[in-house]
């Protein structure tokens, strides 16, 4: 799916395929629901998989759109298991977040086992910046993100403090149906006794929803105050 020119309100950037649903897809669902428009750039294939490939990869990515009915979705092609928070990789990103000029970015924890993690949401933050500078070779117009929030698919067994939490009670299911597109990465070669990949991924939606008085939710931090209009969005 590429970019149009319609601003997008939600723009996920995700480190891999499959960290966007695992950290957000029931936020997608329901903004997207809610009339908002959502995307997702991918920095990289995923590959190489042990039960991957490029190809499969690539299949399961259109499977998984198509789940979550994304406005636009775009991969940067940086390189898998050694992403690096080079310039380049930065006017990359800086160059998608001014064509699209999402509302709210929605970026990686910035703690996590996995360096990819750690790089994409250092990455987030100064293409963010970069965004909005003038006189530069990047595309489009100067723009600056005004909302940027951190989503949790994380490798380590922490229990971070989220700043917000989304109820996606109605969005749970089609959130793991897009997760389970990626069979080459939950299903293939796994063990099917209890618990499974997907049953900790259910399993933690359920924690954050019981953690707001609702059946499922999805955390987000930030590290700058969030603005309300007033109360009665409160769950």
Do not use: C
Not at 143 to 170: K, T
Not at 196 to 201: G, P
């Amino acid at each position: 799916m590429t970019s149009s020119e319609t601003p997008l309100d939600l723009l996920v950037v995700a480190p891999h395929p499959d960290d966007a649903e695992i950290g957000t897809g029931g936020t997608l669902l329901r903004s997207q629901r809610q009339g908002m428009r959502v995307g997702v750039v991918d920095l990289t294939s995923g590959e190489p998989t042990p039960h991957g490939s490029p190809e499969i990869r690539q299949r399961e990515t259109a499977a998984a759109t198509e789940i979550l009915n994304l406005d636009f979705r775009e991969n940067l092609g940086l390189p898998n298991r050694s992403l690096e928070h080079t310039l380049e990789a930065r006017r990359a990103l800086a160059g998608v977040f001014r064509r699209t000029r999402p509302k709210t970015i929605l970026a990686p924890y910035w703690e996590d086992a996995h360096p990819d993690h750690v790089t994409a949401s250092s990455l987030t933050d100064a293409a963010r910046f970069w965004a909005k500078l003038s006189r530069t070779d990047l595309p489009a117009e100067p723009f600056w993100p005004p909302r940027i929030l951190y989503y949790f698919s994380i490798h380590l067994r922490i229990h971070p403090q989220p700043s917000i939490v989304i109820d996606i009670s109605g969005e749970i299911d089609d959130k793991m149906s897009a997760i389970r597109s990626y069979e080459s990465q939950f299903v293939a070669g796994r063990s099917d006794e209890f618990p499974t990949m997907l049953d900790d991924i259910r399993d933690r939606a359920r924690y954050w929803g019981w953690s707001i008085g609702r059946a499922y939710g999805e955390p987000f931090a930030s590290r700058e105050e969030i603005g309300l209009s007033g109360l009665d969005g409160l769950v």
